[in-house]
């Protein structure tokens, strides 16, 4: 079964084809960074101009490295939400088109729940599906969110920031150093550029005792008040020692935390997915964290961060719920992942 899978929600323009939910026979990304990372953040309306310039093209590219037409695809799915109003509307609107226009079934995709189904992807790093009941750590610039995942479609959530995500505060620490955007691979370059011997500074960690949720405002307030007293022209390493503390305290609470659920759950595995999932400090630290035992599932950096593989494996897995294209819907812009109580 082969699943063509569009994701619009931000400001990369992705396409791709998926047969069975786990084998990837094509992933387009069409990244817009060099165009945001002037303004520090991404423009919404540039965002979803780019995605009208770059869909069309970038649809044809997967179906050509698919190996197949429109013939040979069984389903469409297309991200619904969250995300940004008009870059969702193009992706979700030409799926559904492409699917009206061939009579093919078509499933709007929660964003989000694409990014838990990023780690059943087959990859040479991540042969296995993960094992059910799992822990889902979802980690990116919008979201922290902690899930415990009963069943495919079931999930009951645990846990989640209280104010910024992580990914928020990797950008706005990564402004505040001024190391450029996105925050989070600059943060992460120049922590490990830290001088061998020099310690990265303490920061503090927001543990939330009794609960599983997070918080990361009173981290980057730290960094701020660390920023004001370092003078127009700070020592390299000085930013890089900042630097280190604050990834060092963000991967610290995650993977403490997370690893303190999975053992309360008694889960079979964790899954660490989202933009985040792709620093490397986030991810040793969960590692050490969870017991030897304990499987922990992390998609390659390329499915960890926005892509339309990720997408394509969750409507395969949703796909008793698809729809005509010709249903009533919309996008769904502050979509939140479907628990139950």
């Known amino acids: 079964m082969n699943v063509l899978g569009i994701d619009t929600s931000c400001d990369d323009t992705a396409v791709a084809v998926v047969a069975d939910g786990r084998h990837i026979l094509s992933s387009v990304v069409m990244s817009q960074l060099r165009l945001h990372a002037e303004h520090g953040g991404v423009v919404p309306e540039v965002a979803s101009r780019r995605h009208l310039e770059e869909i069309r093209p970038a649809i044809t590219r997967a179906l050509d490295g698919a190996g197949v037409g429109l013939d040979g695809i069984t389903l469409v799915a297309a991200t619904v939400g969250p995300g940004l109003a008009g870059s969702l509307m ?7 088109a492409l ?18 189904y990023s780690a059943w992807l087959q990859t040479p790093q991540t042969p296995e599906a993960p094992q059910l009941p799992t822990l889902v750590l979802i980690v990116s ?12 479609g079931r999930y009951r959530r645990l846990g989640g ?13 990564g402004r505040l150093l001024g190391l450029g955007y996105p925050g989070g691979p600059a943060v992460q370059r120049a922590a490990a550029d830290l001088p061998t011997g020099t310690d990265a500074v303490t920061l503090p960690r927001a543990w939330l005792r009794g609960g599983h949720d997070f918080s990361f405002s009173g981290l980057k307030t730290a960094v701020l008040h660390l920023v004001e007293g370092l003078g127009p022209r700070p020592e390299p390493e000085r930013i890089q020692a900042i630097a280190a503390g604050f990834q060092q305290s963000v991967a610290d609470v995650l993977a403490t935390k997370t690893a303190a659920a999975a053992r309360e759950f008694g889960v079979r595995g964790v899954v660490l997915c989202g933009g985040v999932a792709a620093n490397q400090a986030v991810r040793e630290a969960l590692r050490s964290a969870l017991p030897p035992t304990m499987p922990l599932h992390v998609p390659p950096i390329s499915l960890c961060t926005d892509n339309a593989a990720m997408i394509a494996a969750a409507g395969y897995f949703r796909r008793g719920e698809a729809v005509s294209g010709s249903a009533s819907g919309d996008i769904q812009p502050g979509l939140t992942l479907l628990v139950e109580d």
Do not use: Q, W
């Not at 009579?103 to 990014?115: A, K, M, R, W, Y």
């Open 141 to 152: 610039g919008g979201h922290t969110e902690l899930v415990l995942m009963r069943d495919h």
């Open 99 to 116: 699917a009206l226009g061939r009579g093919l079934p078509f499933l709007p995709v929660n964003h989000l729940e694409g990014h838990i």
């Open 161 to 173: 920031t209280l104010d910024d995500a992580a990914g928020e505060a990797f950008d706005k620490v």
């Open 90 to 96: 193009v992706g979700y609107n030409l799926g559904r």
